[in-house]
């Protein structure tokens, strides 16, 4: 049962366009979400978060949008450069945290110069 | 604030043999979570401290594996009769906890092949 999917293992974006990276849960109990990048052999690095009583957080060159109802958060890359090149990985927590974060199993973004 | 430190990097072990591994958590952090990410997969829970104390169990967490946190610091977590099934990165985190340190900080991982 996979709670936090990301159904685009890979995404090919060319430098200075937008990068839209998107992500399904079905876990109702989540009412915090982030996302984090990853290179390769590294831990992941946060990335921005967003809590479920909001719709838009933004942070630089960065937004995420949360749409409750459809179950649905998207991440804006704008303009896209190449350091953002990497593993992209959608993540939700419940009320308590108890259980850490359940991540999606990622989309590899590629920017082309 | 010196980041979440992971000792090995790489471990490689033959079938049937022991191995740890060792995290250091930022140094103000109260949560200490071990994750495992296999290739093409997400990370995925294992368990999780608050403090000292052991607080949730994936059932990921065969009998094989265990973890410990003695006084609250650093976090071992050891597998037992490694099975090539336990191929993984191993990945610590650390956060502050409560409602303002939701977000986890991660190590580099250590990487672990058992053949």
């Known amino acids: 049962d996979q709670q936090v999917k990301q159904n685009s293992p890979s995404l090919s974006v060319q430098e200075g366009r937008i990068s839209i990276l998107n992500c399904d849960y079905t876990?109702?109990?989540?009412?915090?979400f982030l996302w984090y990048k990853k290179y390769p052999a590294e831990g992941p690095t946060f990335l921005i978060s967003?809590?479920?009583?909001?719709d838009k957080n933004e942070d630089g060159r960065f937004t995420v949008f949360l749409n409750k109802s459809a179950k649905h958060l998207s991440l804006h890359i704008v303009p896209s450069q190449p350091g953002d090149s990497a593993v992209y990985f959608c993540?939700?927590?419940?009320?308590?945290?108890?259980?850490?974060?359940?991540f999606g199993k990622g989309t590899h973004l590629i920017i082309q110069p | 604030d010196t980041g979440v430190s992971q000792d090995p990097r790489h471990k490689i072990t033959k079938r049937g043999q022991n191995v740890t591994f060792r995290c250091d958590p930022i140094s103000e952090h109260n949560r200490l979570y071990w994750y495992r990410q296999t290739l093409g997969q997400g990370p995925e829970f294992l368990t999780y401290f608050q403090n000292e104390a052991q607080l949730e169990k994936s059932r990921l967490l065969s009998d094989r594996f265990s973890a410990e946190r003695p006084k609250g610091s650093f976090s071992t977590l050891e597998i037992q009769r490694t099975e090539q099934g336990d191929s993984a990165m191993y990945l610590c985190?650390?956060?502050?906890?409560?409602?303002?340190?939701?977000?986890?900080?991660f190590g580099s991982g250590t990487q672990l092949s058992v053949l």
């Open positions: 985190a650390s956060s502050q906890g409560g409602a303002i340190g939701r977000k986890l900080f």
């Open positions: 876990n109702s109990m989540f009412d915090y």
């Open positions: 993540a939700g927590e419940s009320r308590g945290g108890a259980d850490g974060l359940t």
């Open positions: 967003i809590s479920s009583i909001k």
